[in-house]
């Protein structure tokens, strides 16, 4: 052959890859169980609406074996109405070691976010959170116990501005 090439050179054909996948979101299961939503507890749900997404992720994965997206963490939360196993199961004894492994600061915070007391020990908290969560129900507080005293302050600064300009208003109409 000689080394001298006459022509156009030929052009190669270009190979494109192609990654075909199919994405598949998992939602948690809500399981139906024996209690009420927890949205349908006026507690509950101030106390959650309260919180910040981070705050509520530990419940979310004691909730849903999983952590939860920004914007389904509150929302899964609310739907929850209860464990759909027994308390002698495997599940029930896995949900408990979990729980256990949290910090009582955790478990305080979590206590909180579910209108449970606060006080006790580690296992004291832990058997409370595991027995509510069985069978979520009202405590028969409501909501205006909740409304905090800064709320309450503020409605009563807010009827002191309007009494002293009244007041203003009446010695304007005098003078």
């Known amino acids: ?15 494109r890859l192609s990654l075909e996948m199919t994405v598949v979101k998992k939602e948690p299961v809500l399981a139906d169980g024996k209690g009420q939503k927890l949205y349908d507890i006026e507690r509950v749900q ?5 919180k910040k997404c ?3 992720r530990l419940l979310h994965r004691l909730l ?3 952590l939860g997206t ?10 929850f109405n209860g464990f759909p196993f027994e308390k002698e199961s495997e599940l029930y004894k896995r949900k408990m070691e979990m729980l256990k492994k949290f910090k009582k600061s955790d478990l305080k915070n979590i206590c909180g976010v579910l ?4 006080s006790g020990s580690n296992n004291e908290l832990v058997s409370k959170i595991m027995n509510f ?7 028969g507080k409501n909501k205006s116990s909740v409304i905090l005293s800064d709320e309450s302050s503020s409605e009563d600064e807010k009827k002191e501005k309007e009494e002293s300009s009244e007041e203003k208003e009446s010695d304007e109409e005098e003078e």
């Open 64 to 66: 849903f074996n999983r």
């Open 46 to 50: 101030y106390f959650v609406r309260q």
């Open 115 to 118: 209108d449970l007391e606060k």
């Open 54 to 56: 981070d705050e509520l």
């Open 1 to 15: 052959k000689s080394l001298i090439v006459e022509g156009k050179r030929e052009k190669k054909k270009v190979e």
């Open 70 to 79: 920004v914007h389904l963490v509150k929302k899964n939360i609310g739907q």
């Open 133 to 139: 969560l069985m069978e979520p129900k009202s405590t």
